[in-house]
């Protein structure tokens, strides 16, 4: 994805990921958490009975060497949090082949004027995995393995005045165990920062917990 991807070591060598240190508020209050960025102005909330990823953790998935120079850029254009439904969160189950219960990872990238041209919707679609069929066949191309495809939805979605993005749910058998990806993608108008929020967890539990886990995507909101 160009300017977009920043490649993580795992979940088939397909998801994308980074951090970068912002202002973070939490509370617990009703039942959920309520995740606040108040620098990029996103907003979410959890379940409170999910726990968040240890930040150190999360960074050494996200990076190979998360003190390595490469590393240090990427932290100074991206923020990043996850919450896990385990009761033994662990970022693996971000990025790893399979998650057993919802976990959920949010990031922002900051993307700089050179790269903005790449935020197409398609674009937002192939953020994490191969989705479109032009990114599918590129990827048997090249030799990735992935089966079980299956699209469960595809929307485009303009939450406010200055925001435009997509919502898609979709299966792909990762670690022979089908799951389930809950994607929702948005960009400004300028496409200078992109939003990413992702549920995700075996097809079987998301079947199960698909209510709170749509409590989950719908509360993420983003102040143009």
């Known amino acids: 994805m160009g300017g977009l991807a920043?490649?993580?070591?795992t979940l088939v060598t397909a998801i994308v990921c980074a951090t970068l240190a912002a202002t973070i508020t939490a509370c617990s209050s009703s039942g959920y958490t309520y995740v606040?960025?108040?620098d990029d102005k996103l907003y979410f909330k959890v379940p409170a009975g999910w726990t968040r990823v240890d930040?150190?953790?999360l960074d050494v998935e996200q990076f190979a060497d998360p003190d390595s120079a490469t590393a240090k850029v990427q932290?100074?254009?991206n923020w990043s949090i996850a919450y896990d439904a385990d009761d033994r969160p662990s970022p693996r189950h971000v990025f790893g082949p399979v998650a057993a219960e919802?976990?959920?990872y949010a990031r922002v990238q900051r993307l700089p004027p050179d790269n903005r041209g790449a935020v197409s919707f398609d674009n937002m679609r192939d953020l994490l995995l191969p989705v479109t069929e032009t990114a599918r066949q590129g990827a048997m191309q090249q030799g990735v393995q992935l089966t079980g495809f299956e699209p469960l939805a595809d929307e485009v979605i303009n939450p406010e005045d200055g925001l435009r993005g997509v919502h898609l749910i979709f299966n792909y058998k990762v670690g022979g165990v089908l799951q389930t990806f809950d994607q929702t993608v948005l960009a400004n108008d300028d496409a200078s920062k992109v939003y990413l929020l992702l549920?995700?967890?075996?097809?079987k539990c998301y079947s199960e917990q698909k209510d709170e886990i749509r409590t989950v995507t719908e509360s993420m909101t983003v102040k143009s």
């Open 36 to 38: 606040k960025n108040s």
């Open 55 to 57: 930040q150190g953790a």
């Open 75 to 77: 932290k100074a254009l």
């Open 199 to 203: 549920v995700r967890c075996s097809a």
């Open 6 to 9: 920043v490649r993580g070591r």
């Open 102 to 104: 919802p976990v959920v």
